[in-house]
């Protein structure tokens, strides 16, 4: 019978090395794991080949640089169903590092693996790339460590970040529109501006000393601007766009845009329901898993993608702090409609506030859902109208001369 050396974590954190004699590799994780710890290297004493490296491995990649969403969801999902099928965690990391397609991950992937199998805790190898794992996926690591139930706080993880994946894709979606109607409408006064218009401007000036209408007038004087100040139209627009594309980086950039946001007159719904969904999940997430509610509260203050909604979170937890429930301070915030402080507060009074936090996440998602749906469906005929408002009063203001010149014919 072959003999095993492995590296192991108990649930505590300590760490704990040895060897075991056993058929497999399985059996001496099942071994292990039925006396509550949490496999992280394994590899057989004799220098034997263990099991195959992963086929995925040598199928060629595109790599590129960033550390998206999807990555992060595919980590967690991958990382939650090996651990759970008994793979130690050192060969799981190397089964998720055949696959991610960030670079960025990679590189941080593959100095976790060393870190783990020099017998570092997951959470202190996660801990050296703070740009990539959050406070939340440190909070929810450490938890799962310490109660042995790692691949379940893995996989509310990746729940958490599909859900917040839904949400950004919702509000994308409700913008695009739009800025699809602003493209068309934009092509179609170029085509004027630049084709039609300087066409029949030549034809009115060879008509001699004839009165254009006013409206005609200013088309063809926004034409001539256009045509003869592309150069600094053009510069200014992408000095603006990169001036803007900076400022926004800003922390007085982020606030701005944060207000605006939840001041637009029309998506103003939307991006509030995006912002409570999005705490509702953080809460259900963190509080399932164990993590207390301050530092819950914390997270969620430092993680909110609206500095508005960050702001209130942490009032509350300080409120939190000085020994308040959560109810009161979240209605004094304004920031709360009624029905998240009472289903909070029912929550705290049956002691079930993840679960009504989880109902609230899945109200609000579902708001979100609705709005885009009716605004989809509102901005067919606002688009037509639009488009043909534009057209008519470019045209109209070509043919105006033509109907006067006409009637002085006659």
């Not at 090395?17 to 949490?38: C, F, I, M, W, Y």
């Not at 050296?128 to 993880?157: R, V, Y």
């Not at 729940?159 to 919702?170: C, D, M």
């Not at 034409?223 to 053009?234: E, G, I, N, P, W």
Request: some cysteine; overall charge positive.
């Amino acid at each position: 019978m072959p003999t095993f050396t492995y590296v192991a974590r108990d649930q505590q954190g300590m760490a704990h090395t040895g060897q075991l004699d056993a058929p497999n590799e399985d059996a001496v994780v099942a071994s292990l794991q039925h006396r509550g710890l949490l496999v992280t290297s394994l590899a057989r004493k004799d220098g034997a080949p263990g099991r195959p490296q992963p086929a995925v491995g040598r199928v060629r990649r595109k790599f590129h640089e960033r550390v998206t969403i999807d990555d992060q969801v595919m980590l967690c999902q991958e990382l939650a169903t090996l651990v759970n099928a008994g793979v130690p965690l050192l060969r799981s990391l190397e089964v998720v590092s055949a696959q991610v397609e960030s670079r960025t991950l990679l590189r941080a992937l593959e100095q976790i693996r060393r870190d783990v199998g020099a017998g570092s805790s997951l959470v202190a190898a996660l801990n050296k790339h703070p740009t990539i794992f959050s406070k939340m996926w440190l909070n929810l690591a450490e938890t799962g460590e310490a109660s042995g139930h790692l691949p379940q706080s893995l996989q509310q993880l990746a729940n958490h970040f599909e859900s917040s994946r839904h949400l950004q894709n919702e509000a994308k979606t409700a913008l695009t529109y739009p800025a699809f109607l602003m493209l068309a409408a934009a092509g179609v006064c170029a085509i004027f501006v630049y084709w039609l218009i300087p066409k029949f401007s030549k034809l009115f000036s060879s008509m001699g000393n004839m009165q254009l209408p006013l409206l005609t007038r200013i088309v063809i004087g926004i034409s001539d601007a256009a045509r003869h100040y592309f150069v600094v139209v053009l510069f200014g627009m992408v000095a603006g766009g990169f001036f803007l594309r900076h400022y926004l980086r800003t922390e007085g950039g982020q606030w701005m845009r944060d207000r605006l946001l939840l001041g637009l007159p029309l998506f103003q719904k939307l991006f509030e329901s995006v912002c409570l969904a999005e705490f509702a999940q953080g809460l259900t997430t963190m509080l399932e898993s164990g993590v207390p509610l301050l530092s819950t509260l914390e997270i969620l203050e430092n993680s909110a993608t609206n500095k508005l909604y960050g702001r209130a979170i942490g009032t509350v937890r300080e409120q939190v702090k000085e020994g308040k429930t959560m109810a009161e301070p979240l209605a004094a915030t304004g920031m709360f409609p009624p029905i998240v402080v009472q289903m909070i507060q029912v929550g705290e009074e049956i002691g079930e506030l993840g679960k009504m936090a989880a109902r609230i996440a899945k109200y609000y998602e579902e708001q979100a859902a609705m709005f885009i749906a009716r605004m989809t469906r509102l901005f067919e005929p606002i688009a037509i109208v639009v488009m043909a408002g534009i057209v008519l009063f470019i045209v109209l203001s070509i043919f105006l001369p033509i109907i006067q010149m006409s009637t002085n014919v006659r």
